[in-house]
């Protein structure tokens, strides 16, 4: 059974930073490539960031990029989202996912690519 786990939200003020997690279980995570989604409260849930299977190339929302940094670690099968200068655009609840040799950002970009996906991790970012 595949099971992906995040952790690391939480309240933290404007200009502050989280490291968020995803613990991978249930599946050989070398092969998969790795993205992190989010979802406001009435919005559509969106495209963050996302690494491939190896890590050898990454992909960012015009969003987050510069702020935000993803990275895995395939010994752990544990992905992270290092979020920087958070601003209060940035709360919604976070989202890991796994695709299957996904590579490409077309492909990695889109939520419907994923074949699994965790819980979610609540980020609020106060002002």
């Known amino acids: 059974q595949v099971q992906l786990v995040e952790s690391g939200g939480g309240l933290v003020q404007a200009g502050g930073s989280l490291r968020l997690s995803c613990a991978a279980s249930?599946?050989?995570?070398?092969?998969?490539?790795m993205g992190w989604f989010r979802q406001a409260p009435g919005k559509e849930r969106e495209f963050v960031a996302a690494?491939?299977?190896?890590?050898?190339?990454?992909y960012y929302s015009d969003s987050v990029k510069g702020r935000f940094t993803i990275s895995r670690d395939n010994a752990k099968n544990t992905v992270y989202l290092q979020m920087n200068s958070l601003k209060p655009e940035d709360i919604a609840v976070y989202y890991c996912?796994?695709?299957?040799?996904?590579?490409?950002?077309?492909?990695?970009?889109?939520?419907?690519?994923?074949?699994?996906w965790g819980q979610g991790t609540q980020v609020t970012v106060s002002s």
């Open positions: 996912a796994a695709d299957y040799r996904g590579i490409g950002t077309n492909r990695l970009i889109s939520s419907r690519s994923y074949d699994y």
């Open positions: 249930g599946l050989t995570f070398s092969t998969y490539a």
């Open positions: 690494i491939s299977w190896s890590g050898g190339s990454t």
